[in-house]
């Protein structure tokens, strides 16, 4: 019996000490995980990097002005880094930083951006073409040079397109174009796709994040580089992208991402949305040598539809 209960204790002990053990060799995924986010100084970015950084990641946040990088840097778990996406110098030199961290990169936020009002024949080419080099270029060339990162931990990259790439200023009648903005934002949704093809096969999920109206500086900014009244572009009226920022820690973070979210910021935004999805399926369709009729369109939709997602809160 003495033996027995002497046995008993050591088994005790032995079991104890296991969880602490395997605490100290295995430290909790999270801290593990890092991310790079450009265009954190403000809006959705800003709200990205405060997310993602309370929630226990390390984020590496991207911004060009000393001000913006000093207050990105007081933000625990937060490491700002010098990047303008539309200069290869800064994205070689973030690249640099991020592979001598030793953290690696597991998610990559394509935020930056700009806007700019204007229609084809009134559109200033100054602003045309800074804006296809933030928007389009920027994702492009930021993605391209951290890929190989991203890859080694089989990670995640997500981009902020918009419902605007969707809707091209659909259902808004007298509203001023902004006819470069959605373009750039339309061309994500096909650099999303095409880029899942090339890196999933390697365990790299590929998302998109379609905001509608939320409250930032976009617009403010676009007035201010033209010499317009900041009033203009106030967006205070809008909703502060937290909802934005929570989807975007679902495309990064939950087991089995989708590749497209839609955060509406309302019914209205959402159904306004579907509709010209819908609008477009039918204008491909129609009078074509093979046009489906009314039963075939709901056969597919009900096979597109049968792993989807119920309805969120």
Avoid: C, W
Avoid at 28 to 54: D, F
Avoid at 70 to 76: T, Y
Avoid at 134 to 146: D, H, I, K, S, Y
Avoid at 230 to 251: F, L, T
């Amino acid at each position: 019996m003495k033996t027995i209960r002497i046995m008993t204790g050591l088994l005790v002990v032995i079991l104890a000490a296991l969880p602490m053990v395997n605490q100290a060799q295995t430290p909790p995924t999270v801290a593990r995980q890092s991310v790079l986010v450009t265009g954190a100084s403000t809006g959705i970015g800003r709200k990205i990097t405060e997310r993602l950084a309370a929630d226990g990641y390390f984020v590496f946040a991207g911004a060009r002005q000393e001000k913006d990088l000093k207050a990105l840097g007081a933000i625990r778990n937060v490491q700002p880094i010098q990047l303008d996406v539309t200069k290869p110098s800064d994205i070689d030199a973030a690249v640099a930083i991020v592979s001598k961290s030793g953290r690696g990169l597991y998610g990559l936020v394509n935020n930056a951006g700009v806007a700019s009002r204007g229609s084809v024949a009134a559109m200033d080419m100054k602003e045309f073409d800074l804006l296809i080099a933030v928007n389009l270029m920027g994702p492009f060339q930021v993605t391209r040079a951290f890929e190989p990162l991203i890859m080694a931990q089989h990670g995640r990259i997500t981009t902020i397109g918009s419902i605007a790439g969707v809707l091209a200023d659909a259902g808004v009648p007298g509203n001023v174009p902004v006819t470069a903005y959605t373009m750039s934002k339309h061309a994500m949704e096909a650099f999303t796709d095409s880029l899942a093809l090339q890196v999933e096969p390697q365990g790299v999920q590929v998302s998109i994040i379609e905001p509608g109206n939320y409250d930032s500086d976009i617009s403010k900014n676009a007035v201010l580089r033209t010499g317009g009244d900041p009033s203009r572009g106030n967006r205070s009226m809008y909703k502060p992208p937290d909802e934005v920022a929570e989807a975007v820690e679902m495309a990064l973070f939950e087991p089995k991402p989708k590749r497209r979210y839609l955060v509406a910021p309302n019914e209205g935004e959402a159904e306004l949305t579907i509709r010209k999805q819908i609008k477009q399926l039918v204008q491909l369709n129609e009078g074509q040598r093979y046009t489906y009729d009314r039963a075939a369109l709901i056969r597919m939709l009900d096979e597109a539809m049968a792993g989807s997602r119920p309805k969120t809160k």
